[in-house]
């Protein structure tokens, strides 16, 4: 078993799915709950800790557990555990979680200060919980890395990079880093060797790294650091002059030598801008200018110097005059229910149609809107323009859909958002079912704040759908806390998912852990068969992207509506299998709340079948079944007899028995730990034969208790008027004898 020591995985977009596992367990067990995580062989330090029972531990502290301590520890096997002068870890119930390359994260634990003692059920709740907190880690590690150099990705560096931005006094620094002269390399050595190249590139770039720095790739050659607690500017340039040594030495691909340098740019927070993609655009704008001088060198982004060679699109006077003259445009993407193949929506998507310049996409004008403002007015036109646009479909007698317009955090938290959006609705007749309103994860930052709006939204009875899910830096706990519709999985994992093994696993996790919490899925970003084949075999709810149509200018969907309304036979794939799959993921979700259910009610319901002439138990679940201290691993592929006395093993297997040859109404009274029970035994036939035999228990604890003081009772006053009729037939006697 592998230890993870150095570059773990941060806790931060899973602090509180880690909470509540850690409530979960602490209520469960009635103790102290924490999250260890591994720093070295001998010493875990604290990262989530939930006080009980009188034992105090601070986040932070390093506790000497060893991962041999996975299972119980007590004070009469082992030394206790010193955690400050007067607290003490007296018991210990800990449980491995795991990584899926079998590297060990950390450990969940249950700790006391006073001696304790756990039955076998209480070690297997543990591992599940931990098994489950393990799913939510490895869901977040290949969501915030990137697949080829194991860096951190883009999503991951807006989160950290928003939460640096949220501390009043934080000061940090942004390089982005672009390898010179790198399609050169790929004709050379070919795409696999560029690949190697860049993992090569990648491990002499981390050297070079400091402790709680970041570094990340955030495209094809592009790499960015982002250095937090920046005491001096010039440690940033010293940094960037080290990254450029590293990369001096030739580097060995296919046997061939390649020399490579770097174009540097740097920029900071928050003189030259408050939010990433603006450090990142001046920062990128300032490694260009390296490059236009000869390259392999460090440039600092300067306002004073630079904003002659700005383009005119990053001047807000541009912005402003573009909204007054009507120069903003939405062209519309369709948008598809992958298991009729039917046209649901469409997505309004805003472009400028510069007069100089042509039609200008939103990436290049959208992050100097949302840092000057002008983002809210932009926001507002769109919004009214899209519901416009869907109602005038509507009153042309076309077939209702859904359109979708994206929302920025900057617009989501103005104030008034809600009645902007509902004044709209009225004005423009358009019924709030077919709107919907696209929002990315960076609007979960203010949590408490985003609930109350996503409230007030939804009461409108507007669709709320999350945009780019995966690549954002957020808690997955907003997913089961806030009025979401769907989730739309980002093009990035899309596009190699058919072939990539990371992107497709990730892929269908989002898609089960969506349907499991009754919400939709679309993917975005499809672009070719294979990726639309597999997401329809995973049950993806619907899709859109280039393989469909292309997003078109109002009057274009307009014209080209009826050829859009359906996609099997426009492209070819009227044959795509579909139906199917959606059976079956219904079916594993009815099997998966009907699994729930049984687990829920009071009693226990299990399946035994015959096997080799022994009678196993093939399924066990229920609350009662943990009430008498066993679990379902106890149970489950095996005989009475190898968790019941040999006594109470034989009596069940008798009834058993009877019921497996036919016999109808077959029931037994037991009882297990004090736990009396009642048990009915009926025969489960497929083709005439019995398969299985179905049992269900009830507890009648009670029942036998008051049967058993009546005939206490009963028996009581048997003796009593026994007694009494003694007596009597005594004074008789005496009577007759005097």
Same mark, same amino acid.
């Given at each position: 078993?592998?230890?993870?020591? %150095? ?111 756990? =039955? ?273 479909? %509507? ?81 997955? =706990? ?13 093009? =990035? ?75 099997? %036979? ?63 691993? %106890? ?104």
């Amino acid at each position: 078993m592998k230890n993870s020591t %150095q570059d773990a995985m941060p806790l931060h977009p899973f602090e509180d799915a880690l909470r509540d596992m850690l409530e979960l367990v602490s209520r469960y067990y009635g103790k102290k709950a924490c999250f260890v995580a591994h720093t070295d062989e001998h010493a875990f330090r604290v990262l989530e800790t939930l006080n009980a029972g009188g034992l105090h531990i601070e986040k932070g502290i390093f506790l000497p557990i060893h991962e041999s301590y996975c299972g119980i520890v007590h004070s009469g096997s082992r030394e206790p555990v010193e955690v400050t002068e007067n607290a003490r870890i007296d018991s210990y119930l800990g449980a491995p979680v795991l990584l899926r390359d079998g590297t060990m994260y950390g450990t969940l634990c249950v700790l006391d200060s006073q001696p304790g003692q756990y =039955s076998e059920a209480d070690i297997a709740y543990l591992q599940k919980f931990a098994n489950h907190l393990s799913y939510v880690l490895e869901l977040g590690r290949m969501s915030v890395r990137d697949a080829l150099t194991g860096l951190y990705n883009r999503g991951f560096m807006n989160g950290v990079s928003a939460d640096l931005a949220n501390m009043t006094d934080a000061k940090f620094a942004v390089l982005f880093i672009d390898l010179d002269r790198f399609k050169s390399v790929n004709d050379t050595v070919g795409c696999e060797g560029g690949d190697l190249l860049l993992q090569e590139v990648a491990k002499r770039l981390k050297p070079c790294v400091r402790q709680g720095e970041l570094l990340s790739r955030v495209g094809g050659e592009e790499f960015m650091l982002l250095i937090p607690k920046l005491n001096e500017r010039d440690d940033a340039v010293r940094i960037a002059e080290r990254m450029l040594e590293a990369l001096s030495e030739p580097f060995f691909i296919h046997g061939q030598a390649l020399r490579m340098s770097a174009s540097i740019g740097i920029a900071f927070y928050p003189e030259d801008g408050r939010e990433l993609t603006i450090l990142m655009k001046k920062a990128n704008h300032s490694m260009y200018q390296v490059k236009k001088e000869g390259r392999n060198n460090v440039r600092v982004f300067d306002e004073r110097k630079e904003t002659g060679d700005r383009p005119p699109i990053e001047r807000e006077d541009d912005l402003r005059h573009a909204l007054a003259t009507g120069q903003f445009v939405l062209h519309y993407q369709p948008q598809y229910d992958l298991r009729n193949q039917q046209l649901t929506g469409a997505e309004a998507l805003i472009r400028w149609h510069h007069p100089d310049l042509g039609l200008i996409p939103p990436s290049s004008f959208i992050p100097l809107a949302e840092e000057n403002g002008t983002i809210n007015d932009i926001g507002t036109w769109a919004l009214r323009e899209a519901c416009q646009q869907n109602k005038a479909w %509507q009153n042309a007698g076309l077939a209702p859909i859904t359109v979708a317009v994206n929302l920025s955090a900057r617009q989501f938290y103005q104030p008034g958002l809600v009645q902007v959006v509902s004044r709209i609705l009225e004005e423009t007749e358009l019924e709030p079912r077919y709107l919907e309103l696209e929002l990315t994860e960076s609007i979960m930052i203010e949590a408490e704040q985003a609930l109350i709006v996503l409230r007030a939204l939804k009461a409108l009875g507007v669709r709320i759908s999350l945009d780019d899910f995966g690549v954002g830096f957020s808690s997955l =706990s907003y997913l089961r806390k806030f009025p979401i519709d769907k989730l739309k999985i980002d093009k =990035s994992f899309i596009q190699e998912c058919p072939v990539d093994v990371n992107d497709a696993t990730i892929v269908k996790m989002i898609i089960n852990m969506a349907h499991n919490l009754k919400l939709s899925v679309m993917a975005e970003g499809v672009e070719d068969k294979d990726q639309l084949t597999f997401l329809t075999q995973h049950v993806c709810d619907g899709a859109q992207g280039f393989l469909f149509q292309k997003p078109l200018p109002g009057r274009a969907f307009t014209e080209k509506f009826h050829e859009l309304q359906s996609f099997g %036979q426009r492209l070819g794939l009227s044959g795509l299998p579909s139906n199917r799959f959606w059976l079956e993921e219904g079916l594993r979700m009815d099997r998966e709340a009907l699994q729930e259910i049984i687990r829920l009610q009071e009693g226990f319901i299990f399946k035994v079948a015959e096997r080799d002439g022994k009678l196993i138990h093939t399924f066990c679940e229920g609350k009662l079944l943990f009430r008498m201290g066993l679990v379902p691993e %106890q149970i489950v592929g095996k005989e009475a007899k190898e968790f019941l006395t040999l006594a109470d093993a034989h009596r069940k297997e008798a009834c058993y028995r009877r019921a497996w040859q036919g016999e109808e109404m077959v029931s037994y009274e037991s009882e297990l730990n004090g736990i009396y029970y009642l048990t009915s035994l009926r025969a489960i036939r497929k083709g005439g034969e019995i398969v299985e035999i179905i049992g269900t228990s009830v507890d009648i604890t009670v029942r036998r208790n008051m049967e058993l003081a009546l005939m206490q009772s009963e028996e009581k006053y048997r003796l009593l008027t026994d007694q009494m009729l003694r007596l009597a037939s005594s004074m008789d006697d005496d009577g007759q004898s005097g």
